[in-house]
């Protein structure tokens, strides 16, 4: 029995909402008009451990555990279904930062309830529309998929329906990714004051994670730390190794700050200036990294900066360790989300309000990855970056 009540009211007292009323109903405005679109009646979304953050997006709703689903109805309602509830009571598992008012809460199978209540709820709160799509068709596990169908035979595919709305970033959203890539930058000052021969590959990412934890932000992903052989594979996580002066090492850190990410990393010689091979291979980083630059505007796609990028790298003796496939990717609430990868071929238009992390690569076994990535926003004449940290260490 649940002792503490979690209706709206109750919520109301804890409830500090992340955003203005204004930019959530700009938000499920976006939604329903993309829903209109598609000739959708409602939506339902699905939100699980792999990303809970189109709830938070819509509804401030900060789930961390369990399944939850948002269903959205063209008729104006917005149903929050959640089985994310530990020890048996909703208010001790944060849905007090949910601002929907109808909010339906089950124990989950943790707690012996039916492991597919919280989309039988939400196949439920759909009510009487009959063109229903469904937001996480790639990923919500085949039970709840098959839940939701036994109700709502009709269900249809709809991800790029919320994909759409959130690629295109709004002014209080883009601040937080500004204050995100602010962060970034004083973690990586942080990162190359500690990186010295002899120092730990954990000791100099505890650098940049004690300065993001004070700045008021958390990781985005795990800060990585590379050097030694492991810096040709590019990601790699930090160990209990001590750096050797004159190798290379790969480093990659992000901040999440209010729910909103940051990406950026380098490549430097530990403790001396590059030479030979490893000069060669950060200077052709820095100039993939501005050609492709060049090209970063609206009406330009993703395409365009591919094939600057290839110019660079055409004929020279890094031709087959650069990846075209993948030289960034969308970035915002989600560290991947639309428009999706960067790589040759994608014929995505670049628009103001896109964000991107920017990594344009060669990646050498044996030797290191020679990158500069920046996350930056497209603007209505070109890009801003929002990381802008330093490059090198002081040697």
């Not at 149903?79 to 598992?93: A, K, N, Q, S």
Request: charged letters at 20%; proline letters at 5%; hydrophobic letters at 45%.
């Amino acid at each position: 029995m649940m002792h503490v009540p979690f209706d709206l009211a109750s919520r109301q007292k804890y409830l500090a909402q992340e955003f203005t009323d204004a930019e959530y109903d700009r938000r499920l405005a976006a939604v329903r008009a993309n829903m209109a679109s598609a000739g959708l009646d409602a939506l339902v979304i699905y939100c699980g451990a792999s990303s809970y953050a189109t709830a938070r997006w819509l509804t401030n709703y900060q789930a961390f555990n369990g399944t939850s689903f948002v269903v959205v109805r063209q008729d104006g309602g917005i149903t929050v279904t959640t089985d994310g509830v530990l020890h048996g009571e909703p208010m001790h598992t944060m849905v007090w930062t949910c601002r929907a008012a109808d909010l339906r809460c089950a124990a989950g199978a943790i707690y012996g309830g039916p492991p597919d209540e919280a989309a039988t709820m939400a196949a439920d709160a759909v009510g009487p529309a009959k063109r229903v799509g469904l937001v996480g068709s790639r990923t919500i596990p085949g039970a709840l998929h098959a839940a939701l169908l036994a109700r709502l035979p009709g269900l249809v595919a709809a991800d790029a329906v919320v994909a759409d709305a959130r690629m295109i970033k709004s002014a209080p959203e883009i601040e937080r990714m500004d204050e995100a890539g602010r962060i970034a930058d004083a973690a990586f000052e942080a990162v190359f004051e500690a990186l010295q021969p002899g120092a730990e590959e954990t000791e100099v990412a505890a650098a940049a994670v004690a300065v993001m934890l004070r700045r008021g932000s958390i990781e985005a992903f795990r800060t990585c730390v590379v050097g030694g052989n492991l810096a040709g594979l590019k990601h790699s996580y930090p160990k209990r190794r001590r750096l050797l002066r004159g190798e290379l090492v790969f480093l990659d850190l992000g901040a999440s700050f209010q729910n909103y990410v940051s990406d950026t990393s380098r490549t430097c010689v530990v403790g001396e200036a590059p030479k030979g091979d490893a000069a060669d291979l950060l200077k052709i980083s820095e100039d993939l990294y501005h050609a492709g630059l060049e090209a970063m505007r609206p009406g330009n796609t993703i395409d365009d900066v591919a094939q600057r990028l290839i110019r660079v790298v055409k004929g020279t003796k890094w031709e087959a360790d650069f990846c075209p496939t993948g030289f960034g990717h969308g970035i915002g609430m989600d560290l991947f989300e639309a428009p999706g990868g960067l790589f040759a071929g994608a014929r995505t238009m670049l628009q103001p309000g896109m964000t991107l992390a920017y990594e344009p690569m060669v990646v050498v076994e044996g030797l290191g990855t020679g990158v500069v990535e920046d996350s930056l926003v497209i603007t209505e004449t070109g890009y801003r970056l929002l990381t802008d940290g330093p490059r090198v260490p002081k040697i």
